[in-house]
């Protein structure tokens, strides 16, 4: 099998089982998906949203989150994942839209990664999910997936995944391509205990292949 078919197949099962992919990060405009982006790292989307309902009340943009106090942002997300770090960066993160792109987010992958606590997966996540761009974030879950499915080989890191995977997925797929890879590894290519059983890509996935011959 070329790998050219394999990720023909993959796309059109896709296509096919979840042409509606999105994110789960519930958000209503680019700033506040970008605060939910930036508390997502190392928490799940269900905890990040049970934040953000309470957050957005009382930061409901940029310019008032840019005047926090610490005390005050880490009391409301301190239950999720590394709060004091993230405390920081969000209101580092405020204050820079505000001086720098008058309080709006912007939408180059570039000037996304000068913002505090934003790096390239993040970047990749704004520009394909609010602007529509041909950006593919690399988390953990597609990281995963895409190596087992062997859509990537031998990539070390998640920018070397992220340059093969463009490279073979239309570019008007990218984004949504991104939903399907870290869905199917939250529900189904799971990190300990992946449901090969009931995954409809076994028959083209090199994990499955592997397992099965063991």
């Known amino acids: ?15 096919d089982n979840n042409p509606a992919a999105d994110t789960e990060l519930v958000y209503r405009n680019p700033y506040e998906l970008l605060v939910a982006v930036i508390l997502s790292a190392q928490c799940t989307d269900k905890r990040v949203n049970m934040i953000t309902s309470s957050f957005f009340l009382r930061f409901p943009d940029a310019r008032s989150l840019a005047v926090a106090r610490t005390g005050e ?10 709060p004091n770090n993230k405390t920081k960066n969000l209101i580092g993160m405020a204050r820079t839209l505000t001086e ?22 993040t970047a990749n996540v704004m520009a394909s999910v609010v602007f529509n761009k041909p950006a593919m974030a690399v988390d953990t ?58 995954c409809g890509l076994r028959s083209h ?10």
């Not at 942002?73 to 590394?82: H, R």
């Not at 720098?100 to 997966?121: M, Y």
């Not at 570019?171 to 449901?195: D, M, Q």
């Open 1 to 15: 099998m070329t790998r050219k078919e394999r990720y023909d197949f993959v796309i059109q099962y896709f296509m």
């Open 73 to 82: 942002v880490y009391e409301l997300i301190k239950s999720c994942s590394y």
């Open 100 to 121: 720098d792109f008058n309080g709006r987010v912007p939408s180059g992958i570039q000037e996304l990664q000068t913002l505090p606590g934003v790096g390239r997966k």
């Open 141 to 198: 879950h597609v990281f995963r997936v895409a190596a087992r499915i062997g859509l990537t080989c031998n990539a070390k890191t998640p920018l070397e995944a992220e340059r093969q995977l463009v490279r073979y997925i239309p570019e008007n797929l990218i984004s949504k391509a991104h939903h399907w890879f870290i869905l199917h590894g939250r529900y189904v290519c799971t990190a300990r205990k992946p449901v090969c059983g009931s």
């Open 205 to 214: 996935c090199s994990h499955y292949r592997k397992f099965k011959n063991q």
